[in-house]
């Protein structure tokens, strides 16, 4: 039995292994193929999917309208309290994040919380780049529920995720046999109605608008039959 340079014991098949075959095995495969992103790709594809859920989070805080999930609770805490969205949603996702490493895997859990914090950071310090005229609110609810999509899309295309309602809902499901989907439904309801708190109907009705194009958006895009890259 010999040792390679790092000292490891070396089989006697070992060298007939390709030495960049050796090394993908030994740090995981840092090469992009058809079923796999490189590392490379994972920062830029989380990046610019927070970057584009950030730009529509922005425009609909600046029409004063909601969207659902754990964006839609720090929203109401935002405009409650006047608190900084940016902090308010970072600290509603730690109980979802813990959810979340002993649910999805270590990769899956440190692409999340990469995801949540630069979203986070992004939205916390948007307002010191970004400065917005007149938005017609139905075209703004619109538009802003379609970045937020694109925004979601690139992140669950590179096995990462926004935070969120789901992980709970998935974890109810599995310890208490509830309905991940109902859930989040039910939560997402909860939501709507304690949004009359902060936000007049006409107001709501356009984030619902938003919400819905956000999810037929994911709904006709985010397949795993179309799309198998990890």
């Known amino acids: 039995m010999r040792r390679d340079m790092d000292g490891r014991a070396r089989g006697e098949g070992d060298d007939d292994i390709p030495q960049d075959v050796r090394r993908a095995h030994r740090f995981g495969n840092w090469a992009s193929s058809a079923t796999h ?59 979802f994040f813990v959810l979340a490493m002993g649910r999805m895997g270590r990769a899956f859990t440190i692409k999340t919380a990469i995801g949540i914090t630069t979203l986070s950071l992004m939205t916390a310090f948007d307002d010191r780049f970004l400065t917005f005229g007149q938005i017609d609110p139905l075209v703004g609810s619109m538009l802003a ?50 949004s009359f708190t902060v936000a007049s109907p006409l107001a709501i009705f356009y984030s619902v608008i938003g919400a819905v194009i956000l999810n037929i958006f994911l709904a006709i895009n985010h397949r795993n039959d179309r799309y198998r890259a990890a």
């Open 37 to 95: 992103h490189s590392p490379w790709e994972d920062a830029f594809g989380i990046l610019a999917g927070t970057a584009l859920t950030a730009l529509g989070i922005a425009i609909l805080a600046h029409l004063g309208l909601l969207t659902g999930g754990v964006a839609g609770l720090a929203f109401l805490l935002h405009y409650s309290t006047g608190w900084n969205f940016g902090l308010v949603f970072f600290l509603l996702n730690l109980p």
């Open 145 to 194: 529920g379609l970045l937020m999509g694109f925004g979601l899309l690139a992140l669950f295309r590179h096995r990462s995720s926004a935070g969120g309602v789901g992980i709970l809902a998935v974890y109810l499901q599995d310890r208490f046999g509830w309905r991940a989907g109902l859930t989040q439904l039910l939560i997402d309801l909860a939501i709507l109605a304690a």
